[in-house]
C-alpha cells in the first residue's frame, strides 16, 4: 500500500517496511519511467507542476510495492 501526501509541487509518498536482501533496492517510478533507486521506504517527488496528474509506482524486482 502506497501512502501520500499532495503539497503545491511535491508528493511524499512512503510503504510499508520489507526487509530488502543486500543487493536489492526499491525502484521509483514517475509517468512510467525510473527516476531513482533507494532503500529507504520514502520518497518525496519535487518540482512537480500543481493541479497534475502523476502516475507513481515503488517497485522491488519485479514486484509492485505500491502504485
Same mark, same amino acid.
Given at each position: 500500500?502506497?501512502?501520500?501526501?499532495? $503539497?503545491?509541487?511535491?508528493?511524499?509518498?512512503?510503504?510499508?517496511?520489507?526487509?530488502?536482501?543486500?543487493? /536489492?533496492?526499491?525502484?521509483? $517510478?514517475?509517468?512510467? /519511467?525510473?527516476?531513482?533507486?533507494?532503500?529507504?521506504?520514502? $520518497?518525496? $517527488? /519535487?518540482?512537480?507542476?500543481?493541479?497534475?496528474?502523476?502516475?507513481?509506482?515503488?517497485?522491488?524486482?519485479?514486484?509492485?510495492?505500491? /502504485?
Amino acid at each position: 500500500m502506497l501512502n501520500y501526501v499532495i $503539497f503545491d509541487n511535491q508528493i511524499k509518498v512512503w510503504w510499508d517496511y520489507i526487509k530488502l536482501e543486500k543487493d /536489492k533496492v526499491y525502484s521509483v $517510478f514517475l509517468d512510467g /519511467k525510473k527516476i531513482d533507486e533507494i532503500k529507504a521506504t520514502n $520518497f518525496s $517527488f /519535487k518540482n512537480l507542476k500543481p493541479n497534475t496528474s502523476y502516475e507513481i509506482a515503488i517497485q522491488i524486482g519485479d514486484a509492485i510495492v505500491g /502504485k
